[in-house]
C-alpha cells in the first residue's frame, strides 16, 4: 500500500486540476451563447429535455433536476432509451439540451435528425465546438478542459465536473431572471426536512383553543403551576381582564421563585412573571420562531394577535416533532 502522504499528494492534485477546469469556464460562461442560452429556456413554453450517455447522462440527471427545483421545468431521459420510443415525450414547444465532451454520442446523433425534423431547439454542450454535435445545433455550450484529473486522461474527472458547474450556471441565472423565492422552490421541495423549513408556519405547529397554558394576573404562583403542570408547555401566558398578554411564566422563573423562598400559595403570578416577554405572530415560519428561541435562549414563545390576544403558544419540543429542527 502506498503511504499516506503519497495519497493525500494524488487527492490534492485532482482538486488542482479540477480547480483550473472550472476558472477556465469562466471564459464560457461569459460569452453571448451562454446569454442565448438562458434567454431561448427562458422563453420555452415547454420542458427542457436533458440528454446525454454514460458519465454525461449521469451529470445530465443532475442538471435536469437542478432546474427543476429551481422553475424550470425538465427531465432526463436517456439517447439510448428515446430510440426505442421515449422520444414521443418530447414535444414541439420543448428545448433538447444534449450533453458529451467528445460531442460524437452516436446514441444522441441518432436522434438529430427527428428532433430537428420536428423543429424543436437544441443545445448542446460539449468539449469540442468542432464537433458533430456543436455543429448540428442552434447553440453550442462549451466545456472544454485543459485536462482531466485522471492520469491517463480516460476516467471523465474534469469534464464532468465543468459540465456539472455549467448546468448549475444555466440553473442559477434562470432562478434569479425569473424572481424565483423561496416560497417557489418549498412548492417543488414539499417532502422532508427542508419543505418542512420552508413551508410550516407558526400557525401549523402552535397550540390553540384550550390547548393554549392561560392564566389570570390575579392568581397564586400555585394555581398557575397546577395549569403550567396540565398543559405540559413548561410554560403559561399571564392575561388581565381585557385578555391581553401582560406576562409568562416557565419553569426557569419558578425555579427563580423557589431559590428565593416566595409563598407560593400568596404569593399572585403578576408578582413573579416576566414582563415585556417576547412574542411571535402566527404567519411567520416555524423555522423563524426556531430561531427566535436560539437567539433568545428561551425554549417557549406566545404566539399573539394584532391586539395582543394570546391566541397560540409552542416550545423547542413542538418544532422538534414537526421536524424543523
Known sequence: MTDASQLRHWGRKVID?????LDNLYQYVDSEEFAQACEMIYHCSGKVIVMGMGKSGHVGNKISATLASTGTPAFFVHPGEASHGDLGVISHNDIVLAISNSGESNEILTLMPVIKRQGIPVITMTGNPESTMA???QLHLCIKVPEEACPLGLAPTS???ATLVMGDALAIALLQAKGFTKDDFALSHPGGALGRKLLLKVDNVMHK???IPL?????????????ISKKGLGMTAVIDGDNKLVGIFTDGDLR?????????????IADVMTRNCITIKTNILAAEALKVMDDRSINGLIVVDAENHPIGALNMLDLVNAGVI
Open 215 to 227: 392564566v389570570h394576573h390575579d392568581i397564586c404562583i400555585t394555581d398557575a403551576l397546577y395549569e
Open 159 to 161: 469534464s464532468t465536473t
Open 256 to 268: 427563580r421563585v423557589i431559590d428565593a423562598e416566595v409563598n407560593l400559595r400568596q404569593t399572585r
Open 209 to 211: 383553543g384550550h390547548d
Open 17 to 21: 486540476i479540477e480547480k483550473q477546469a
Open 135 to 137: 455543429k448540428l445545433a
